[in-house]
């Protein structure tokens, strides 16, 4: 159940048949994934998220693509989105990230979870040591 | 503020002063953050969280000590725990971690937080191909 | 699969029965969806939970209907409460939010998402001209 | 206390003080908020979280400036972001936000979070009229 | 920093008054904590917040009032509520709440935000057993 | 859908079957639900897991069994994860909580989600009083 209706025929519209056919390129392969498919009810949401996604998360930077697709995973579990977990675990499982690593990450995330709240309901004064803001 | 009270002398409890001791000898320095000694409060909770934290974060495994920082600090972020954000940012500097890796981390943070925000709004149907459960 | 047992026959409750004549009255028609069928199961919490969100929602006020709705939508994403988004989401078009309306919706809750985490990292200092507090 | 620390002059940097002067034209003073002098710590991540930013928040659009803002606050509060609840309140006042439509904003939020974990903890079926995607 | 102006002189409004003087009733005493006087900016938030509050928390039920208290500073912490969070620890403390009662409290609530992470990540199908709607 | 397979026959290896064993015989029954086979994935946080789960909630403490369960479900509402929803509020049925008390634990927990999304837009400074770290 969705909360907006993908449209029947997308590629029909030239602005997302062009961003179907980025999405196809980068990745070398013909599958186009629904969050996609259901953004084309509005071209340019759905230019606008592509674009955003594929410039952090495509391109070459300072941090390597498996790293990226954990930290990404990470977040969306923090933040309780179920697609956005299973499409990140995928894609970091696809870029090389072994059952041992998954199971690490886990480990963080949930470690880090628990810290976060016992620190949220403690309140201990930051450090100065901490602060990097110069 | 707070909302408990450190005790004016933890160390004078021994389970107090091996966890400080213990952390100070992994740490190979003598600073102990307020986390610790807001935590000394309790000595069960203070070890209890210090192993916790110390068999996650200080111990190898199979990811490396900058990228356990970087995914802790994420997880911080969308958690909005300020002590941890800072207590991790810092950690993740000191691990070796550039600004243009911190830049970075920001960047797929903050993105993954856009796609978590409307992938919640929009429920598009999980693709099969992302089910990891066979 | 719920947490709690729905009454089979809800309005055999005087104060259930109340309840349910005055949504169907507000609304205009004879439909009762399941958040208040489910409520049912403690009358109290039925009834408190109703003139809340009747109060607020269902009377004339400073904000217009469609806008009141669009804003339960965006905070229902934010918390991540899947029958709260498709039921306000559903609602804001009954007002008549338009799919344009709908897209840029989505695009203010995730850009505002982004920028959420962006700053719970970087934390930069509040600047002073914020202060509304006189 | 922040997590970066930003530079102390700048505008030296050409891209920063392109950055800086569209945001002096659009918002027609020459007040630069914190966010933005704190996130030249990196050019590049500047010009994409303002180009988003302004994109959204800044052009006409199917939403007036003022709702814009006004549920550009909401998600900030439900995200528990500090910085962003001060700027994006003062920013929906400047846009005409008056007091009664600041204590309605809040209203709502505040029962929209009420009945949100009200939901998330019941977990009714969600009704099939619900469903927009057909 | 706060996002509204309290009013200089809040019980010269009758209906802040006699907020104010059922608050003080209640409590048996005159101190009157921030939240009501800021709320004062807006006399009818202040009247509904207060009722729901009074209602929930103030008054004998099925819970005992430490116990509610309890719950309710473990529901800030979650929602990362820095105002919430200290004045319902302080008001568990009142209540009755131990030392010990509260390490405690902090166990259990950070330990559920370990797993609430681990099962937001992992997702296991719910057991049928769990199904309590019959 | 998971983002895990579970090992078709679990107890085939050893430390899973001592888990197993001490979760069957910390509840006197055979019932493993799926959290648990899940976790099998990777025996080492499945054991971190159990042992945190079982000496926070398994064990005579200061706070009963009852209150412990019912802390934990509020926990996990606020969190939004489903399946700890479920279980949570089973196990605190199943240590005695009655519809009453279920009841009252939802207007806890919702009513504290108002509060907190109002404080957190409002930002009230926090009393003096409410300092417990004296």
Same mark, same amino acid.
């Not at 599958?31 to 071209?43: G, K, M, Q, S, T």
């Not at 955003?52 to 300072?62: I, W």
């Not at 989105?81 to 480990?107: F, P």
């Given at each position: ?6 449209p ?16 196809r ?14 953004? *084309?009810?509005?071209?340019? @949401? %759905?230019e606008e998220?592509?674009?955003?996604? =594929?410039?952090?998360?495509a391109?070459?930077?300072a941090i390597?693509?498996?790293t ?15 697609y ?12 090389g990230?072994?059952d *041992?690593?998954?199971?690490? @990450? %886990?480990?963080i995330?949930s470690?880090a979870? =628990? ?10 004064p930051?450090d100065?040591v ?5």
């Amino acid at each position: 159940m969705s909360t907006v209706t993908p449209p029947a025929n997308p590629e029909a519209d030239p602005r997302v048949k062009a961003i179907f056919d980025d999405i196809r390129q980068i990745r070398g392969n013909d599958f186009i994934n629904n969050v996609w498919r259901y953004l *084309a009810f509005d071209p340019a @949401l %759905l230019e606008e998220t592509w674009r955003d996604v =594929r410039d952090v998360m495509a391109k070459p930077s300072a941090i390597d693509f498996k790293t990226k697709e954990m930290i990404y995973a990470a977040v969306s579990i923090a933040n309780s989105c179920d697609y956005c977990v299973h499409s990140h675990t995928a894609a970091a499982k696809a870029r090389g990230m072994s059952d *041992a690593e998954h199971a690490e @990450l %886990l480990r963080i995330v949930s470690t880090a979870a =628990r810290t976060n709240h016992l620190l949220n309901a403690i309140k201990p004064p930051i450090d100065e040591v901490f602060d990097l803001s110069e």
